[in-house]
């Protein structure tokens, strides 16, 4: 099976911090685009950040763009997502997702995705007081 968790989320107060691992099992993601993804309740599902396979490139959200950063670590299988300065908004239910990059983008080096084929199952991050 193929799969991705994520933890690390719960309740922060504003201008905390939280750090989001995303594990897969089952299949290695060295060869993968990685993406986040939140969504809050009422509202559409929005990117927040994604990764190239190669981990040498990176993209963000607006919203999030200086506050969040993306990493990941092929010899643990995992991604991450350190949030700082979090928040009232930042609440959502956060998820990972992996894709098989295209030809183009493994050639770029881009983390640009229009069909991701894993999502973990989320992790709730609260940021209130």
């Known amino acids: 099976q193929l799969l991705l968790v994520e933890s690390g989320g719960g309740l922060v107060q504003p201008g905390g911090s939280l750090r989001l691992s995303c594990a897969a099992s089952g299949f290695t993601l060295d060869s993968y685009v990685i993406g986040w993804f939140r969504q809050a309740p009422g509202k559409e599902r929005e990117g927040v950040s994604c990764?190239?396979?190669?981990?040498?490139?990176?993209d963000y959200a607006d919203s999030v763009k200086g506050r969040f950063t993306i990493a990941r670590d092929n010899a643990k299988n995992s991604v991450y997502l350190q949030m700082n300065s979090l928040k009232a908004e930042d609440t959502a239910v956060y998820y990972c997702?992996?894709?098989?990059?295209?030809?183009?983008?493994?050639?770029?080096?881009?983390?640009?995705?229009?069909?991701?084929?894993?999502w973990g199952q989320g992790t709730q991050v609260t940021v209130s007081s």
């Open positions: 997702a992996a894709g098989v990059p295209s030809d183009i983008s493994i050639i770029q080096d881009t983390c640009v995705m229009n069909r991701y084929d894993y």
């Open positions: 990764i190239s396979s190669s981990g040498g490139s990176t």
